[in-house]
Nanobody, 121 residues
């Protein structure tokens, strides 16, 4: 499966932004999906994950209550709604597809190219 992330941009602290990740192929619904991010000079970190069916999404503590992951299997797309953005949310955001719903990036098999989110304070 090929993944194409979009929706990044420059926003101010407190603003909202919605990311999308479109998947090619007809097997999107067979993959768990995750969002990860990598800030400049830092390691990649888990943001959110969602199961094949969309049940039981879970989040990193740093974004819990502010970010929402969702998916539309009919549109082969996973979303990340980001509210109350903070300067520390600045990073390149990546979507990923894998066999299991997990925070572990190494368990994901396919990755999108990333989309840059910059939050000014």
């Amino acid at each position: 499966v090929q993944l194409q992330a979009s929706g990044g941009g420059l926003v101010q602290a407190g603003d909202s932004l919605s990311l999308s990740c479109a998947a090619s192929g007809r097997t999107f619904s067979s993959y768990a999906m995750g969002w990860f991010r990598q800030a400049p000079g830092k390691e990649r970190e888990f943001v959110a994950a969602i199961s094949r069916s969309g049940w039981n999404p879970y989040y990193a503590d740093s974004v819990k209550g502010r970010f929402t992951i969702s998916r539309d299997n009919a549109k082969n797309t996973v979303y990340l709604q980001m509210n109350s953005l903070k300067a520390e949310d600045t990073a390149v955001y990546y979507c990923a597809a894998g066999a299991v719903t997990t925070y572990a990036g190494s368990r994901y098999d396919y990755w999108g190219q990333g989309t840059l989110v910059t939050v000014s304070s």
